[in-house]
């Protein structure tokens, strides 16, 4: 029952959508504060990044700003996730103790770059310095050509590999494997501040000869094989740092729904990719499906990943590569729709690949920049504790506007983030994403030039599970910050202004000044258009009306003085 109703809300969406022709009617709809938005960032063949070999230092500045001029492209759409290829086929574009350097950051395979240049350790700044998560794109089960550094390296190790028209590809019944990748992806975890490790290929290749059912090797003992070595990965990543995303891209479709075909090509069934299980058993913190299809190829299966998602994340890879007419014959509402019907259910987005999104295939750019109109948080990741807010740096308010319209921003704390919140009205609404100034701030103080000199501040600290705390709101609010008259009481009853009645609220919240709910009154418990007040402390309250639709209205301010 539940899979089917489900479906049938995806049909609607579906329906909508393609009803809708203008643009203003799908911005319209809420933004999520918390939504993943990412990008794969190809280095494999230096399709995306780098286009200039690091030979010099001269070359090495120009590499840089390549990656930083796609960082910026990124962050002015709003994005907040790079997944980066870190490990490209058995090789890596980092200095590795386990494998050799990949010819995409040289020209040639083994070389370093040299002059203390470490391009993994400068993309993660630069994203952090962005506010975007920085995820290592690992590339797991292909090791390249036969005759590759990377490749041959492994086979002088003794691992077993087995060779096809696309390539080599390590065989994943071979008991090493497991360990083997679980010490690359703790290497990188070691080393390094990634925010999660992303598996690519983490399943049986195109073109393996079919189970022979003889010598262990049936579908159930190919799917044991893909999943210890998952398990393997997730085990030493979270024994160093649990708050790294553990993720991996499956194949599209899970595997054959009752009313809708995989056509003979899915995760499960056809290449041992039980990516569902891995998520119900917390292997996988987050699935980046590649659902690179249309029409019924895609809406069904989105809704059996999100039946399926046991309460982790699903963000849909789209195929936005075949906006580009030598690779597919897209139209770009083919991508705009799958994005508004992913946000409609819940899911975060990610681009294959980065070249076609910046480059701005058939608009893709400017759409994704319309899309994201404010800025988001990544989903929290499972595992987080509660969250200390910070405190104001000195005794005074954390905020200082001067009179030459410069404000000033300066906190305690101990957290890795702090998300900043501004708007005109007091207290700043911090679930509100139009509010959000800047995501996962590393510092503790902020100066801004010219000012709106009427809007007020307010800070979250944020750990490294994506858990926010509550807000340190701006002390010094000025007398004419607050409504002229205030919400009439007598201490036990709230009289509700004129215009409560004129709106058909579903239910009233009371907030208090630092913008926390303290109370919420379903408005069928309202009689004579009077809230009871009476277990409320003295002090001053915030009282806020929300439709059904959860569109909210603030009412005014009142006063307690009993």
Known sequence: MK???FLALCCVFVCTIQAQTILSDYLTQPIPKRETRAVWLTTLANLDWPKTYATSPETIEQQKKELTDILDSYQKANINTVLLQARVRA???YPSDIEPWDRCITGVEGKAPGFGYDPLAFAIAECHKRGMELHAWIATIPVGAKSSLGCQTLTRKGFRIRNFSTGSYLDPSDPRVPDYLANICAEIVRKYDVDGINLDYIRYPD???RPTYQDGDTPDDRRYNITQIVRAIHDQVKALKPWVKMSCSPIGKYSDLSRYSSKNFNARDRVAQEAQEWLRTGLM??????????GENYYPFIADWMENNYDRE???GLGTYFLDPREGNWRLDDITRQMYVSRAIGMGHAHFRSWFLTSNKQGVYDF?????ATLALPQVTKGSKSVAAPMPASAASFVQHRDDNSVTISWKGVSPYYNIYASRTYPVDIKNPHNLLFARYSGTFLQFRNANPS???AVTAMNRYGMESAALQEQNVQAASLPSSLLQNDGNTLLLPAKAKLADFDHYELLDVQGRTI???NSRLVRQNQLNIAALPDGMYQLKGYTKKKAHHALGYFLIRR
Do not use: C
């Open 3 to 5: 899979k089917s109703f």
């Open 91 to 93: 090789a890596t574009i």
């Open 207 to 209: 073109g393996w000869p």
């Open 285 to 294: 913190d987050q699935l980046y499906p590649m659902q690179y299809f249309r």
């Open 314 to 316: 699903i963000v849909t």
């Open 368 to 372: 994704e920049k319309q899309f994201n």
């Open 455 to 457: 809007l007020h501040y």
């Open 519 to 521: 109370r919420s009154v």
